[in-house]
C-alpha cells in the first residue's frame, strides 16, 4: 500500500457535472472517475426464439465525475439503479452505451489483461458483509487473496502487509485465523473494507455498505471510512438510501430517479436548497427527532413506475406534485441552476429552455400523429 498518499481533506469542490456532458477530456488529474452517459438495460426475452422484447432500463445516461479524494452520495428509491451504475462504471457488468474513464483511461475500451492490472485501483463493497465473505476462509486469507494474485507487496513482506491492514481497519491481528462466522456485523463489514484497502486502491464504491447494521455500528463503520479516505487518499461513489448518512459523509450528492440523474450539487447546496420536487419528497421523508417539530410532508403518491416501460417526457410526472402539462410531453433539460447546482426540471426552465421544450413537444407529437396515421 502506498503509505506515503497525502491526507486529502475539504468539501469545498463540487464533485458531480451534468448530463449533457462536454467532450470528456482524456486526462484530468482532478478526478478519478468521469462518467459521460452511461447506460445500461438488461433486455426482456422472450420465451420462444429468445428475441428482445423490451429492455430493463436500470441506468438510463448518467454523467458525473468524482474529485479526488472525495465522495460522491448517491441517492434515490429503492430500483432506481444505484447499484446498476455503481457496479458498470467498474466494468462489474458490460455497459449498454456511454464512457467511463479511470484515471484517464477509458475502462470499457481496455482488453481482459489491461482490466485485471487496473482491477484493484477500482474496488467495491457490499451492502450484506456475510454474504460477500466465503465462510470456510479464515480473514488473512480473505484479505490476502486477491494481494497475492496481483503482487501488491514482495512475498516476505505479505504476513506484515496483512496485519497492517487489519489494524488499518480496526481489525485484531491475532484475529487472522478465524472464520467470518466468528465475527460480528460490524466486524464482518470491517473485513470487506480491509479486503478493498488491501489492493490499494483509489476508488472504492460502497454499496449500502452500512444499511445492514445496528445505528451505533453504522457510525463507526462510516468514521472509519472517512479516516481511511483521509490517510490513503480515497474516492468514493456512496451508494446509500440513507440521507443523514449521506450528508454526513458527502462532498457531492447526486438524485437518482428511474434510470436517470435528477439533480445533483455539492452537498450543502443540495441539502440547504433542493431544486427538484423528488429531490424535495425525499427530504420531506426524513425523521425528525423532535416531535413538536411540525413537518410539512410531501408524500409521494404511487410506486416507482417500471423502468422497462418509463413513462414519457419527464419520467416523474406520473407522481410529481408539481406537475403541469408540458411534464407528460418533453423531458426536461439537465441545466445548472446554481454555480455547480443541476437539476433537470421544467419549473426552473428559463425562456431559452422553456421555447426548447416547447419545440421538442409539438416534434414529438408530430412523428406521433405521423406514426399513428402510416399504422392506420
Ligand atoms: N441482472 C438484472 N437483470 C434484469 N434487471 C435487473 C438486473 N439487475 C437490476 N435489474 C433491475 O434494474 C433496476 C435497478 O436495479 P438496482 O439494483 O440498480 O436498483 P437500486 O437503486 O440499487 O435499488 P436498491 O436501493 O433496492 O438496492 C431494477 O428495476 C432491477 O429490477
Ligand atoms: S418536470 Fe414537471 S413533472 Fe418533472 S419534476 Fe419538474 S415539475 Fe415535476
Ligand atoms: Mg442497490
Redo the contacts with the bound molecule.
Keep these: 500500500m502506498d503509505t506515503s498518499k497525502k491526507p486529502v481533506a475539504g468539501r469545498d469542490a463540487l464533485g458531480a457535472v451534468g448530463a449533457a456532458p462536454p467532450p470528456i477530456p482524456n486526462q484530468d488529474s482532478e478526478c478519478v472517475i468521469r462518467v459521460n452517459n452511461l447506460v445500461k438495460w438488461?433486455p426482456i426475452r422472450s420465451s420462444f426464439l429468445q428475441r428482445t422484447v423490451a429492455n430493463?432500463r436500470?441506468?438510463d445516461g448518467i454523467s458525473f465525475q468524482i474529485k479526488r479524494g472525495q465522495t460522491m452520495g448517491l441517492v434515490?428509491?429503492?430500483?432506481?439503479?444505484?447499484?446498476?451504475?455503481?457496479?458498470t462504471l467498474l466494468r462489474l457488468?458490460e455497459k449498454t452505451a456511454g464512457e467511463v474513464w479511470f484515471e484517464g483511461q477509458e475502462i470499457f475500451s481496455l482488453s481482459k489483461e489491461e482490466l485485471r492490472k487496473l482491477r484493484p485501483k477500482m474496488q467495491i463493497v457490499f451492502?450484506d458483509p456475510y454474504s460477500s465473505l466465503s465462510p470456510r476462509i479464515p480473514v488473512s486469507e480473505i484479505i490476502g487473496e486477491a494481494v497475492r494474485e496481483h503482487e501488491i507487496v514482495p512475498k516476505a513482506e505479505f504476513d506484515d502487509y496483512i496485519s497492517y491492514v487489519m489494524r488499518a481497519c480496526g481489525l485484531q491481528e491475532y484475529h487472522k485465523d478465524r472464520f467470518p462466522h466468528e465475527f460480528s456485523g460490524g466486524q464482518r463489514q470491517r473485513i470487506c473494507i480491509a479486503r478493498a484497502l488491501a489492493l490499494d486502491p483509489d476508488f472504492i464504491v460502497c454499496?449500502?455498505p452500512v444499511s445492514a447494521l445496528d445505528v451505533s455500528i453504522q457510525a463507526q463503520i462510516i468514521n472509519l471510512l472517512k479516516n481511511l479516505q483521509r490517510d490513503f487518499g480515497l474516492t468514493y461513489l456512496f451508494?446509500s438510501?440513507d440521507l443523514s448518512v449521506v450528508e454526513h459523509i458527502s462532498d457531492s450528492v447526486g438524485v437518482?430517479y428511474l434510470?436517470n440523474m435528477v439533480e445533483q450539487g455539492s452537498t450543502e447546496e443540495i441539502f440547504d436548497h433542493p431544486l427538484h420536487p423528488y429531490t424535495k419528497a425525499l427530504f420531506s421523508a426524513i425523521p425528525v427527532p423532535d416531535p413538536d417539530v411540525k413537518m410539512n410532508r410531501t408524500i409521494l403518491q404511487g410506486s416507482l413506475p417500471?423502468?422497462?416501460n418509463p413513462p414519457k417526457g419527464c419520467k416523474f410526472h406520473t407522481r410529481c406534485p408539481d406537475c403541469m402539462d408540458i411534464c407528460s410531453a418533453a423531458a426536461p433539460e439537465w441545466a445548472e441552476l446554481a454555480p455547480g447546482h443541476f437539476c433537470a426540471c421544467h419549473l426552473h426552465n428559463d425562456a431559452a429552455r422553456t421555447a426548447r421544450t416547447q419545440e421538442n413537444a409539438e416534434r414529438t407529437k408530430a412523428e406521433e400523429h405521423a406514426k399513428e396515421e402510416k399504422a392506420s
Design positions: 438488461f430493463v436500470a441506468v434515490g428509491e429503492s430500483g432506481c439503479g444505484k447499484s446498476t451504475a455503481g457496479r457488468m451492502q454499496d449500502e451508494i438510501h437518482m434510470g417500471s423502468p422497462a
